[in-house]
């Protein structure tokens, strides 16, 4: 089992950075992939930023050039450094550990999220 804990969601105004981190304890030696996903009213679950345990990382093109995803593998900690935020970046912000082999997901675990409300 893989448990976390997002913390780093705050009230901010358009132009303003966050770091939301994800911070994992249990048995992390199986997970490959640590993602972002992002919630709001009436839309799906979205990716938002994904690394790959060899440090990989990509992102939803809304966020491109803006977030960026790393991790602190000895603290087993991930990170979500958010700068020049718009409010639509407003949502619910939950981290993701799995294990994902040839597109097969067999592992799958999410925190309880973090709110980030950007204001106009």
């Known amino acids: 089992q893989v448990q976390l804990v997002e913390s780093g969601g705050d009230f901010v105004q358009a132009g303003g950075s966050l770091r939301l981190s994800c911070a994992a304890s249990g048995e992390t030696s199986r997970i490959n992939l640590m993602a972002w996903y992002r919630q709001t009213p009436g839309k799906q679950r979205e990716t938002v930023a994904q690394?790959?345990?060899?440090?990989?990382?990509s992102y939803d093109d809304s966020v491109k050039g803006r977030f960026t995803i790393s991790r602190d593998k000895a603290e087993n900690i991930v990170y979500l450094q958010m700068t020049s935020l718009k409010p639509e970046d407003t949502g619910i912000y939950y981290c993701n550990f799995g294990r994902v082999v040839l597109g097969s997901r067999s592992l799958d675990y999410w925190g309880k999220g973090t709110l980030v409300n950007v204001s106009a």
């Open positions: 690394i790959t345990a060899g440090g990989i990382s």
